[in-house]
């Protein structure tokens, strides 16, 4: 039987996944800081849906690469 992956923080299980959303959440915005700086962001057209779909696509990366099993 799996278990979810969880990481012990402050003596209870936290998901893991809400970590990962964390600092997707952060890496996203570092992107959106560079997309400013190169000028890209003003030619996106639906910017809410690009930066969420960028967030999911990080989230996964960071999940898969920390708790491929």
Known sequence: ??????????????????????????????????FVAVGLDDVLRWKVAVYVSMMLIVNYIILSLVFNS
């Open 1 to 34: 039987m799996s278990m979810a992956p969880s990481i012990p923080m402050f003596g209870s299980f936290f998901p893991a996944w809400l970590l990962c959303l964390l600092g997707a959440v952060v890496l996203t915005m570092i992107l959106r800081g560079l």
